[in-house]
């Protein structure tokens, strides 16, 4: 009996709901994540794929500010926005998760249990503080330089270099919802989570074979670790977020970065549950002796909050929880480049490219052009000229060949393959299989690969007589798996095209055991760019 298959928790980093997800996000964790989501499922293991919103955050107060709206408008409105970009990319996400009084009980009963195990310390800090409008300034309430790249930079953490910059460290400070306001340092006394006291299990952990990170980003974990390690705030003075439960600290909320993991494992239970695995613990599926694999997708930006402060927060807990096998970063995707910027609109929302272009073609350049090592850039006339040239044109000549030669075979019976044929379908599924699985997991490489095997496979079909029976270069049936291999390997990008096949019974699993025979299948034709997909023909084809 074959044992079971690890599962997998896959978790893509929680977004904020201060507005919709734009291209730049979306080529970044989200369909990363959901490609490698797609590629397990393709070989049989059980996954989930989740994540949830990141409603305390204070970026959410200082846009809602601008826009003139209240915050919890602005959640209501961005959570429906982002769910719709969710599902108009055709992610396998079950939707996302409420944020309700089970997600408010899963926080505090997970930051409870670490204040009574005494993890947490009292510290009297200094606070910049906006003295005309009375408010305590972190994070998305505070702009000014990084001490360390200065580079302009939020609170919390440098997104250009990625260190973290708590309390009074940020240069220059300013209040972001009104730059005029007078800022002052203010002591207050706040409860903190002192890192330093897990520098043993942290350098032990990045010691060992378990993370897989890509080079940027464990240089930084590198840089963090060769230095004293900063205190993670819990609690903050503030009036939005979710209320502090500790005498020590009333009136204070709970700092917004506490709640990434207790999100996240809530978020894990609610997606299970939505595939009908649900459970009575909500934390079951992170415990560890669960034997999940756990991979993050997230970007640069947040490698200091995914690597060492979440990280802390799973480890404050003893042997309690499982830590991340893998974290999957990337850096930013630029628009015609320049970042994607929402304050200057410069940008383009997900939804919106969805519906001028079909999605497969949009799944497939992004993933071409994902800025996994290094910045990478998005622009209109290359989505149209590249999928057009490299993708559409050659994908369609295969098809009008195969079409061809499968009306001129005029038969439906079963095609034999060789062992030749065989092993070229194996060899395939190896060069793909090194794309999708971790530690070098590369969208970019995989979309690579499809357009190498596209072209090999076109001029083999361009050539190939299907009435030769057996004097051919290239036998019926071989191209035929060949073919069936690619859009198995594929599958995980362009999901239209595959599930359309899947839905007529065409085995798009991906594994290594190649048949003896195959039924012919038809190949469907893409559109291009230019067709909407209102307007977009049919995915049809011949049988």
């Given at each position: 009996?074959?044992?079971?298959?690890?599962?997998?928790?896959?978790?893509?980093?929680?977004?904020?709901?201060?507005?919709?997800?734009?291209?730049?996000?979306?080529?970044?964790p989200?369909?990363?994540?959901?490609?490698?989501?797609?590629?397990?499922?393709?070989?049989?293991?059980?996954?989930?794929?989740?994540?949830?919103?990141?409603?305390?955050?204070?970026?959410?107060?200082?846009?809602?500010?601008?826009?003139?709206?209240?915050?919890?408008?602005?959640?209501?409105?961005?959570?429906?926005?982002?769910?719709?970009?969710?599902?108009?990319?055709?992610?396998?996400?079950?939707?996302?998760?409420p944020?309700d009084?089970?997600?408010?009980?899963?926080?505090?009963?997970?930051?409870?249990?670490?204040?009574?195990?005494?993890?947490f310390k009292?510290?009297?800090?200094?606070?910049?503080?906006?003295r005309?409008?009375?408010?305590?300034l972190?994070?998305?309430?505070?702009?000014?330089?990084?001490?360390?790249?200065?580079?302009?930079?939020?609170?919390?953490?440098?997104?250009?270099?990625?260190?973290?910059?708590?309390?009074?460290?940020?240069?220059?400070?300013?209040y972001?919802v009104?730059?005029t306001?007078?800022?002052?340092?203010?002591?207050q006394?706040?409860?903190?989570?002192?890192?330093?006291?897990?520098r043993?299990?942290?350098?032990?952990?990045?010691?060992?074979?378990?993370?897989?990170?890509?080079?940027?980003?464990?240089q930084?974990i590198?840089?963090?670790?060769?230095?004293?390690?900063?205190?993670?705030p819990?609690?903050f003075?503030s009036?939005?977020?979710?209320?502090?439960?500790?005498?020590?600290?009333?009136?204070?909320v709970?700092?917004?970065?506490?709640?990434?993991?207790?999100?996240?494992?809530?978020?894990?239970?609610?997606?299970?549950?939505?595939?009908?695995?649900?459970?009575?613990?909500?934390?079951?599926?992170w415990?560890?002796?669960?034997?999940?694999?756990?991979?993050?997708?997230h970007?640069?930006?947040?490698?200091?909050?995914?690597?060492?402060?979440?990280?802390?927060?799973?480890?404050?807990?003893?042997?309690r929880?499982?830590?991340?096998?893998?974290?999957?970063?990337?850096?930013?995707?630029?628009?015609?480049?320049?970042?994607?910027?929402?304050?200057?609109?410069?940008l383009?929302?997900?939804?919106?490219?969805?519906?001028e272009?079909?999605?497969?073609?949009?799944?497939?350049?992004?993933?071409l052009?994902?800025p996994e090592?290094q910045?990478?850039?998005?622009?209109?006339?290359?989505?149209?000229?590249?999928?057009?040239?490299?993708?559409v044109?050659?994908?369609?000549?295969?098809?009008?060949?195969?079409?061809?030669g499968?009306?001129?075979?005029?038969t439906?019976?079963?095609?034999?393959?060789?062992?030749v044929?065989?092993?070229?379908?194996t060899?395939?599924?190896?060069?793909?299989?090194?794309?999708?699985?971790?530690?070098n997991?590369?969208?970019?490489?995989?979309?690579?690969?499809?357009?190498?095997?596209?072209?090999?496979?076109?001029?083999?079909?361009?050539?190939?007589?299907?009435?030769?029976?057996g004097?051919?270069?290239?036998?019926?049936?071989?191209?035929?798996?060949?073919?069936?291999?690619?859009?198995?390997?594929?599958?995980?990008?362009?999901?239209?095209?595959?599930?359309?096949?899947?839905?007529?019974g065409?085995?798009?699993r991906?594994?290594?055991?190649?048949?003896?025979?195959?039924?012919?299948?038809r190949?469907?034709r893409?559109?291009?760019t230019?067709?909407?997909?209102?307007?977009a023909?049919?995915?049809?084809?011949?049988?």
């Open positions: 009996m074959t044992p079971p298959q690890r599962p997998a928790i896959v978790i893509a980093a929680t977004p904020t709901p201060n507005g919709d997800l734009h291209v730049g996000h979306m080529a970044g989200y369909l990363a994540g959901d490609v490698y989501s797609r590629y397990l499922r393709g070989t049989g293991r059980p996954v989930v794929y989740t994540t949830c919103t990141d409603d305390s955050q204070t970026y959410v107060v200082a846009s809602a500010h601008r826009q003139g709206i209240t915050p919890e408008e602005l959640v209501a409105r961005s959570t429906a926005q982002i769910e719709r970009s969710l599902a108009a990319m055709g992610t396998v996400m079950a939707g996302l998760p944020i009084d089970r997600y408010r009980r899963t926080v505090l009963d997970y930051v409870t249990a670490l204040h009574a195990e005494g993890r009292l510290r009297t800090v200094r606070l910049p503080y906006a005309d409008a009375g408010v305590f972190f994070d998305g309430l505070v702009s000014g330089t990084c001490p360390t790249c200065m580079a302009g930079s939020c609170g919390g953490a440098c997104e250009t270099c990625g260190h973290p910059n708590n309390f009074d460290e940020l240069l220059d400070p300013k972001t009104d730059p306001d007078v800022v002052v340092y203010r002591e006394t706040i409860l903190v989570l002192p890192m330093e006291d897990y043993e299990r942290l350098t032990a952990y990045y010691a060992s074979r378990t993370p897989r990170w890509r080079p940027h980003a464990k930084l590198g840089e963090l670790l060769a230095k004293p390690l900063p205190e993670i819990v609690t003075p009036a939005w977020g979710i209320a502090a439960p500790f005498p020590e600290t009333a009136g204070q709970l700092y917004p970065w506490i709640e990434a993991m207790p999100a996240s494992i809530y978020a894990t239970w609610w997606a299970n549950a939505q595939q009908g695995e649900e459970s009575v613990e909500t934390d079951e599926a415990l560890a002796g669960g034997d999940a694999e756990l991979v993050y997708f970007g640069f930006d947040n490698v200091y909050h995914w690597g060492l402060v979440d990280l802390v927060m799973l480890m404050a807990h003893g042997d929880y499982t830590t991340p096998d893998a974290n999957v970063c990337n850096e930013f995707y630029d628009l015609d480049g320049e970042k994607f910027s929402t304050s200057r609109n410069h383009i929302w997900s939804a919106d490219l969805m519906a272009v079909p999605r497969d073609l949009v799944r497939f350049f992004l993933a052009t994902a090592y910045r990478t850039n998005f622009s209109r006339d290359a989505l149209h000229s590249v999928t057009t040239r490299r993708l044109e050659p994908w369609n000549a295969l098809s009008e060949s195969l079409t061809l499968l009306v001129a075979l005029d439906a019976a079963p095609l034999p393959t060789t062992e044929g065989r092993r070229r379908a060899a395939m599924l190896e060069r793909f299989r090194l794309c999708y699985e971790l530690p997991f590369s969208l970019g490489r995989a979309a690579e690969t499809a357009l190498t095997q596209l072209d090999r496979l076109r001029k083999s079909a361009d050539s190939l007589d299907l009435r030769a029976n004097s051919a270069p290239v036998q019926p049936g071989d191209l035929l798996l060949e073919i069936r291999t690619l859009l198995a390997c594929v599958a995980p990008i362009m999901v239209e095209v595959t599930d359309v096949l899947a839905a007529e065409v085995d798009l991906i594994t290594g055991d190649q048949p003896d025979e195959i039924a012919p299948f190949f469907p893409l559109p291009n230019a067709d909407t997909p209102e307007r023909p049919a995915l049809d084809g011949a049988r």
